[in-house]
Each structure stands twice: as C-alpha cells, then as structure tokens.
C-alpha cells in the first residue's frame, strides 16, 4: 500500500517568475460506504448491514447537532463543525446583519496524531506512509485513476485542507 502521487507544474509563477513542480496525489479507487461496511464486520461482531445501519445513524446524529450550532468531535478522526462564509458585501450597522449575507459550510479539523485515551488516531498513519509514482504503477500494471471532484491547486489539495469540506 503507498500514497500514489503524479508530477504537476503549478499554474502561477512563482516570486522568481518559474513555474515550479510538485507532487499531486493520484487516486485511484472509490471505496463506498456498503464496502467500508463490509470491512469493519470483518473486524467485529456486527453485520455488514448493523454496520451501515450505524453510519446512517452516526450521519443523522451528526446533522441533528451540527444544525443545533454544535461542534461534533469523533475521536481519531476529528471535528465537525457549520461556519458561515459571508459573501457579498458587508453592512455598516450591526442591526442590519442577516443570514442572507453569508452561506453555510462544513468544516472539518482532523485530530491530533494521539488523542487523550492515548489511542492513535486516523491521522496518526500520515508519517508511516510510503509513497510512490503514477510512472512506477503504469510501468508494471494498468492503473485505473479516479478524477477528483474538484482539481487541486499549485500543492495544495482543495479537499485536504483544514479550513473547508
């Protein structure tokens, strides 16, 4: 298993006028909730179908408290929580602030590497990966790339920030 990553040039120059590269992650496969499932019963003594029933649940829950203006923080993997991202144009009287101005949005901020239990946590893995180049995979198998739903952006990824989800 390796994080597979490909060579992308970065649209703007740099300070110095060059374009210069970086590495830009290459995924390549979908893993579905029903698969996830499936994997965790393997690991328990739960059914596939308890297991997704749980995620369904866990889904509601999450939203009945995010919308209630609550922080949701799952241990080893992070914290949820609505901002309001204004857009337009601000007000110079407090009294006419409005919800119109702004538009929700999901953030998430993942958890520290050990979380208080001392129980490591999903990002925990981030300094143990291995790492290796769309040119080393296609050289000795066919590689299948899933496209990302939004492109990244000269080395950062959109979906891989903590600001936004």
Avoid: C
Avoid at 121 to 141: A, C, F, N, P, T
């Amino acid at each position: 298993m390796a994080i597979i990553y490909k060579v992308k040039q970065a649209s703007k120059a740099n300070k110095e006028g060059k374009k210069l590269y970086h590495p830009s992650t290459v995924h390549i496969g979908l893993v579905t909730t029903a698969q996830m499932a499936k994997e965790v019963a393997e690991y328990s003594s739960l059914t596939a179908g308890d297991v997704k029933n749980t995620i369904d649940n866990l889904i509601t829950v999450m939203q009945k408290h995010l919308v209630s203006s609550e922080v949701v923080e799952l241990d080893g993997i992070g914290t949820f929580r609505i901002r309001l991202k204004s857009q337009g144009k601000g007000v110079e009287n407090p009294d006419e602030v409005s919800p119109k101005q702004a538009v929700p949005k999901l953030y998430f901020h993942r958890a520290a590497e050990r979380n208080i239990t001392r129980s490591t946590s999903l990002w925990g893995l981030l300094g143990r990966m291995e790492y290796k180049s769309i040119k080393q995979l296609r050289g000795s198998k066919s590689v299948q790339v899933i496209p990302d739903p939004e492109p990244d952006t000269d080395g950062e990824e959109n979906g891989d920030t903590d600001h936004g989800v």
